[in-house]
Protein backbone atom coordinates (compact mmCIF):
# COMPACT_ATOMS: atom_id res chain seq x y z
CA UNK A 1 0.00 0.00 0.00
CA UNK A 2 2.73 2.27 0.94
CA UNK A 3 3.71 1.91 -2.81
CA UNK A 4 0.36 3.30 -4.31
CA UNK A 5 -0.77 6.58 -5.03
CA UNK A 6 -3.73 8.37 -5.45
CA UNK A 7 -4.13 7.54 -9.14
CA UNK A 8 -3.74 3.75 -8.51
CA UNK A 9 -7.49 4.37 -6.94
CA UNK A 10 -9.89 2.64 -9.83
CA UNK A 11 -11.61 5.88 -11.29
CA UNK A 12 -9.18 8.13 -10.44
CA UNK A 13 -7.64 10.17 -12.81
CA UNK A 14 -5.26 12.86 -12.47
CA UNK A 15 -7.82 15.60 -12.24
CA UNK A 16 -9.55 13.82 -9.56
CA UNK A 17 -6.27 13.27 -7.66
CA UNK A 18 -5.45 16.37 -7.84
CA UNK A 19 -8.66 17.42 -6.21
CA UNK A 20 -8.22 15.25 -3.58
CA UNK A 21 -4.86 16.46 -2.63
CA UNK A 22 -5.86 20.34 -2.53
CA UNK A 23 -9.12 18.97 -0.50
CA UNK A 24 -5.62 17.07 2.18
CA UNK A 25 -6.77 13.85 1.02
CA UNK A 26 -3.37 12.47 0.25
CA UNK A 27 -3.05 8.99 1.79
CA UNK A 28 -5.24 5.82 0.73
CA UNK A 29 -6.40 5.17 3.87
CA UNK A 30 -7.96 8.31 4.26
CA UNK A 31 -9.96 8.06 1.68
CA UNK A 32 -11.36 4.87 2.18
CA UNK A 33 -12.76 5.79 5.73
CA UNK A 34 -13.98 8.80 4.59
CA UNK A 35 -17.64 9.50 4.26
CA UNK A 36 -19.16 9.55 0.80
CA UNK A 37 -20.97 13.04 1.31
CA UNK A 38 -18.08 14.68 2.97
CA UNK A 39 -15.57 13.16 0.13
CA UNK A 40 -18.45 14.65 -2.33
CA UNK A 41 -18.67 18.26 -1.14
CA UNK A 42 -15.06 18.98 -0.22
CA UNK A 43 -13.96 17.47 -3.79
CA UNK A 44 -16.87 19.28 -5.51
CA UNK A 45 -17.53 16.08 -6.74
CA UNK A 46 -20.85 13.94 -7.01
CA UNK A 47 -21.52 11.61 -4.25
CA UNK A 48 -22.01 8.76 -6.48
CA UNK A 49 -18.87 9.66 -7.54
CA UNK A 50 -17.48 10.14 -4.12
CA UNK A 51 -18.77 6.53 -2.99
CA UNK A 52 -16.96 4.38 -6.09
CA UNK A 53 -13.83 6.14 -5.03
CA UNK A 54 -13.98 5.28 -1.41
CA UNK A 55 -14.76 1.70 -2.56
CA UNK A 56 -11.92 1.85 -4.99
CA UNK A 57 -9.41 2.76 -2.26
CA UNK A 58 -10.93 0.18 0.58
CA UNK A 59 -9.36 -2.10 -2.23
CA UNK A 60 -6.46 -0.43 -2.37
CA UNK A 61 -5.96 -0.38 0.93
CA UNK A 62 -7.14 -3.98 1.32
CA UNK A 63 -9.27 -3.29 4.38
CA UNK A 64 -13.41 -4.51 5.06
CA UNK A 65 -12.10 -8.08 4.91
CA UNK A 66 -12.02 -10.60 8.15
CA UNK A 67 -8.24 -11.08 9.85
CA UNK A 68 -7.43 -13.46 12.56
CA UNK A 69 -7.05 -12.25 16.42
CA UNK A 70 -2.80 -13.31 16.36
CA UNK A 71 -2.82 -10.49 13.62
CA UNK A 72 -4.65 -8.31 14.87
CA UNK A 73 -2.21 -8.94 18.06
CA UNK A 74 0.82 -8.41 15.66
CA UNK A 75 -0.81 -4.73 14.47
CA UNK A 76 -1.33 -3.98 17.75
CA UNK A 77 2.71 -4.00 18.76
CA UNK A 78 2.63 -0.60 17.06
CA UNK A 79 0.59 0.56 20.06
CA UNK A 80 2.67 2.79 22.38
CA UNK A 81 1.67 3.94 25.73
CA UNK A 82 2.35 7.68 27.45
CA UNK A 83 3.05 8.30 30.83
CA UNK A 84 0.86 10.10 33.39
CA UNK A 85 3.78 10.68 35.80
CA UNK A 86 1.86 8.41 38.55
CA UNK A 87 2.93 5.31 38.72
CA UNK A 88 -0.44 3.86 40.22
CA UNK A 89 -2.38 6.09 37.29
CA UNK A 90 -0.32 4.06 34.79
CA UNK A 91 -1.34 1.08 36.51
CA UNK A 92 -5.15 2.00 36.23
CA UNK A 93 -5.06 2.32 32.72
CA UNK A 94 -2.93 -0.50 31.48
CA UNK A 95 0.91 1.23 31.28
CA UNK A 96 -0.39 4.72 30.27
CA UNK A 97 -2.31 6.76 27.91
CA UNK A 98 -2.25 4.32 24.70
CA UNK A 99 -2.02 5.85 21.31
CA UNK A 100 -4.76 4.76 18.47
CA UNK A 101 -7.63 5.42 21.30
CA UNK A 102 -9.00 8.48 22.74
CA UNK A 103 -8.70 8.71 26.38
CA UNK A 104 -11.30 11.11 27.86
CA UNK A 105 -10.83 12.55 31.11
CA UNK A 106 -13.94 14.28 33.37
CA UNK A 107 -14.74 15.91 36.33
CA UNK A 108 -15.48 19.19 38.33
CA UNK A 109 -14.04 22.39 37.73
CA UNK A 110 -10.63 21.69 40.16
CA UNK A 111 -10.36 18.39 39.44
CA UNK A 112 -7.16 18.91 37.40
CA UNK A 113 -8.31 17.61 34.20
CA UNK A 114 -5.87 20.51 32.08
CA UNK A 115 -3.17 19.54 34.95
CA UNK A 116 -3.12 16.60 33.38
CA UNK A 117 -3.13 17.41 29.77
CA UNK A 118 -0.37 19.99 30.48
CA UNK A 119 2.08 16.88 32.16
CA UNK A 120 1.07 14.45 29.51
CA UNK A 121 2.21 17.17 26.80
CA UNK A 122 5.62 17.54 28.27
CA UNK A 123 5.92 13.84 28.70
CA UNK A 124 4.89 13.41 25.02
CA UNK A 125 8.18 14.82 24.21
CA UNK A 126 10.35 13.04 26.73
CA UNK A 127 12.76 10.17 25.02
CA UNK A 128 10.86 6.71 24.71
CA UNK A 129 12.88 5.37 27.04
CA UNK A 130 12.15 8.09 29.93
CA UNK A 131 7.83 6.67 29.15
CA UNK A 132 7.72 9.47 26.38
CA UNK A 133 6.33 9.56 23.10
CA UNK A 134 9.81 11.54 21.47
CA UNK A 135 7.08 13.40 19.72
CA UNK A 136 5.68 16.78 19.23
CA UNK A 137 2.38 17.92 20.95
CA UNK A 138 -1.15 19.22 19.43
CA UNK A 139 -3.31 21.12 21.56
CA UNK A 140 -6.93 22.68 20.79
CA UNK A 141 -7.50 25.35 23.28
CA UNK A 142 -10.99 26.08 23.85
CA UNK A 143 -10.85 28.12 26.77
CA UNK A 144 -7.75 29.62 26.75
CA UNK A 145 -5.95 27.43 29.81
CA UNK A 146 -2.98 27.05 28.45
CA UNK A 147 -0.08 28.25 30.47
CA UNK A 148 3.72 27.98 29.23
CA UNK A 149 4.66 28.76 33.03
CA UNK A 150 2.78 25.60 34.15
CA UNK A 151 4.88 24.01 31.40
CA UNK A 152 8.48 25.63 32.66
CA UNK A 153 8.05 24.59 35.79
CA UNK A 154 6.93 20.55 35.27
CA UNK A 155 10.65 20.87 32.50
CA UNK A 156 12.83 22.35 35.60
CA UNK A 157 11.28 18.92 37.73
CA UNK A 158 12.17 16.40 34.68
CA UNK A 159 15.49 18.13 33.83
CA UNK A 160 14.40 18.93 30.54
CA UNK A 161 15.09 21.94 28.19
CA UNK A 162 11.85 24.17 28.89
CA UNK A 163 12.21 26.33 25.66
CA UNK A 164 12.89 23.23 23.53
CA UNK A 165 10.18 21.73 24.58
CA UNK A 166 7.84 24.55 24.53
CA UNK A 167 8.81 24.33 20.71
CA UNK A 168 7.89 20.84 20.69
CA UNK A 169 4.22 22.23 21.87
CA UNK A 170 1.61 23.61 18.89
CA UNK A 171 -1.57 25.02 20.01
CA UNK A 172 -4.26 26.63 18.75
CA UNK A 173 -7.01 28.43 20.21
CA UNK A 174 -10.55 27.32 18.91
CA UNK A 175 -12.91 30.50 18.77
CA UNK A 176 -16.11 28.06 18.34
CA UNK A 177 -17.59 24.73 17.72
CA UNK A 178 -16.88 24.92 13.78
CA UNK A 179 -13.54 26.34 14.18
CA UNK A 180 -12.49 23.52 16.88
CA UNK A 181 -13.73 20.82 14.32
CA UNK A 182 -11.62 22.58 11.45
CA UNK A 183 -8.65 22.31 13.66
CA UNK A 184 -8.39 18.42 13.05
CA UNK A 185 -7.92 18.90 9.18
CA UNK A 186 -5.06 21.48 10.69
CA UNK A 187 -3.43 19.31 12.98
CA UNK A 188 -3.83 16.39 9.96
CA UNK A 189 -1.89 18.56 8.00
CA UNK A 190 1.01 19.62 10.89
CA UNK A 191 1.19 16.27 11.36
CA UNK A 192 1.94 15.49 7.79
CA UNK A 193 5.12 17.75 8.39
CA UNK A 194 6.11 16.67 11.99
CA UNK A 195 6.11 13.81 13.76
CA UNK A 196 2.51 14.38 16.19
CA UNK A 197 1.87 11.46 18.63
CA UNK A 198 -0.68 13.48 20.94
CA UNK A 199 -3.62 15.79 20.43
CA UNK A 200 -4.76 16.90 22.99
CA UNK A 201 -8.29 18.59 23.03
CA UNK A 202 -8.78 20.60 25.96
CA UNK A 203 -12.13 20.87 26.27
CA UNK A 204 -14.02 18.90 24.10
CA UNK A 205 -17.76 20.17 24.92
CA UNK A 206 -17.13 23.78 26.07
CA UNK A 207 -17.99 25.50 22.63
CA UNK A 208 -20.80 22.80 22.33
CA UNK A 209 -22.20 22.92 25.38
CA UNK A 210 -22.56 26.82 24.74
CA UNK A 211 -23.35 27.44 21.45
CA UNK A 212 -26.66 24.46 21.32
CA UNK A 213 -29.30 25.67 23.69
CA UNK A 214 -32.14 23.53 24.11
CA UNK A 215 -33.30 20.37 23.35
CA UNK A 216 -34.70 21.52 19.39
CA UNK A 217 -30.52 21.78 18.77
CA UNK A 218 -29.74 18.38 20.69
CA UNK A 219 -29.80 16.82 17.30
CA UNK A 220 -27.50 18.95 15.20
CA UNK A 221 -25.42 19.39 17.90
CA UNK A 222 -24.89 15.31 18.60
CA UNK A 223 -24.39 15.02 15.03
CA UNK A 224 -20.97 17.54 14.81
CA UNK A 225 -19.78 16.34 17.70
CA UNK A 226 -20.09 12.60 16.65
CA UNK A 227 -18.30 13.63 13.23
CA UNK A 228 -15.78 15.21 15.37
CA UNK A 229 -14.80 11.82 17.36
CA UNK A 230 -14.36 10.37 14.38
CA UNK A 231 -12.42 13.00 12.97
CA UNK A 232 -10.25 12.52 16.14
CA UNK A 233 -10.64 8.95 15.88
CA UNK A 234 -8.99 9.12 12.51
CA UNK A 235 -6.33 11.03 13.09
CA UNK A 236 -5.08 8.83 15.76
CA UNK A 237 -5.19 5.84 13.53
CA UNK A 238 -3.22 7.37 11.01
CA UNK A 239 -0.91 8.42 12.59
CA UNK A 240 -0.61 5.68 15.92
CA UNK A 241 -1.25 9.26 17.91
CA UNK A 242 -3.00 9.33 22.04
CA UNK A 243 -5.59 11.17 21.75
CA UNK A 244 -6.37 12.75 24.74
CA UNK A 245 -9.87 15.03 25.69
CA UNK A 246 -11.47 16.91 28.62
CA UNK A 247 -14.70 16.97 29.28
CA UNK A 248 -17.17 19.33 31.74
CA UNK A 249 -20.06 17.73 33.80
CA UNK A 250 -23.59 18.24 34.88
CA UNK A 251 -25.56 17.09 37.72
CA UNK A 252 -27.94 14.13 36.87
CA UNK A 253 -29.74 12.03 39.71
CA UNK A 254 -28.96 8.91 38.23
CA UNK A 255 -24.96 9.22 38.79
CA UNK A 256 -22.07 7.42 39.14
CA UNK A 257 -21.36 5.62 42.49
CA UNK A 258 -23.54 8.85 44.00
CA UNK A 259 -21.74 11.26 43.25
CA UNK A 260 -24.13 14.04 40.85
CA UNK A 261 -22.27 14.26 38.14
CA UNK A 262 -22.29 13.07 34.64
CA UNK A 263 -20.03 13.93 30.96
CA UNK A 264 -21.52 15.97 28.52
CA UNK A 265 -21.94 14.90 25.07
CA UNK A 266 -24.25 11.69 26.26
CA UNK A 267 -23.71 8.31 23.95
CA UNK A 268 -21.85 10.12 21.16
CA UNK A 269 -18.90 10.76 23.45
CA UNK A 270 -19.54 7.67 25.81
CA UNK A 271 -19.09 5.21 22.61
CA UNK A 272 -16.61 6.43 21.08
CA UNK A 273 -14.17 7.40 23.72
CA UNK A 274 -11.68 4.12 24.48
CA UNK A 275 -11.13 5.17 27.89
CA UNK A 276 -13.34 6.81 29.82
CA UNK A 277 -11.65 8.31 33.51
CA UNK A 278 -13.49 9.81 35.84
CA UNK A 279 -11.25 12.82 37.86
CA UNK A 280 -12.66 13.72 41.35
CA UNK A 281 -10.96 15.80 44.21
CA UNK A 282 -9.47 13.78 47.59
CA UNK A 283 -8.35 14.75 50.98
CA UNK A 284 -5.24 16.36 51.74
CA UNK A 285 -4.61 17.88 48.04
CA UNK A 286 -5.01 14.75 46.44
CA UNK A 287 -6.78 13.60 43.51
CA UNK A 288 -8.37 10.59 42.51
CA UNK A 289 -8.83 8.81 38.74
CA UNK A 290 -11.55 6.58 38.48
CA UNK A 291 -11.28 4.45 35.58
CA UNK A 292 -15.26 4.27 34.31
CA UNK A 293 -14.70 2.14 31.10
CA UNK A 294 -12.06 0.59 29.33
CA UNK A 295 -11.77 -2.25 26.22
CA UNK A 296 -9.48 -4.20 28.53
CA UNK A 297 -8.95 -2.92 32.01
CA UNK A 298 -11.07 -3.96 35.04
CA UNK A 299 -12.95 -0.44 36.87
CA UNK A 300 -10.31 0.82 39.22
CA UNK A 301 -9.19 4.09 41.20
CA UNK A 302 -5.68 5.56 41.50
CA UNK A 303 -4.60 8.14 43.70
CA UNK A 304 -2.25 10.83 42.67
CA UNK A 305 -1.59 14.32 43.33
CA UNK A 306 -0.79 17.50 41.73
CA UNK A 307 2.75 19.15 42.80
CA UNK A 308 4.71 22.21 41.80
CA UNK A 309 6.20 20.11 39.95
CA UNK A 310 3.37 17.91 38.12
CA UNK A 311 1.52 15.03 38.68
CA UNK A 312 3.42 12.41 41.28
CA UNK A 313 1.58 9.36 42.98
Known amino acids: MAEKTLEDIPGVGPAIAEKLREAGYTEIMAIAVAAPSDLAETCEI ?90 DVIIIDTENTFRPERIIQM ?64 AERQQILNRHMHDLLNFATLNNAAIVVTNQVAAKPDAFFGDPTR ?18 KGKAGKRIARLIDSPNMPEGEAVFSVTEDGIKD
Request: proline share 2%.
Open 263 to 280: PIGGHVVGHTATFRIYLR
Open 155 to 218: CNYLGVDPEATLKRIHIARAFNSQHQVLLVDKAMDLAKEIKVRLLIVDSLTSHFRAEFLGRGSL
Open 46 to 135: GEKKAQDIIEGAKLCADIGGFETGDAIMQRRAAVTKLTTGSDSFNQLIGGGIESQSITELFGEFGSCKTQVCFQLAVNATLPEDRGGLDS
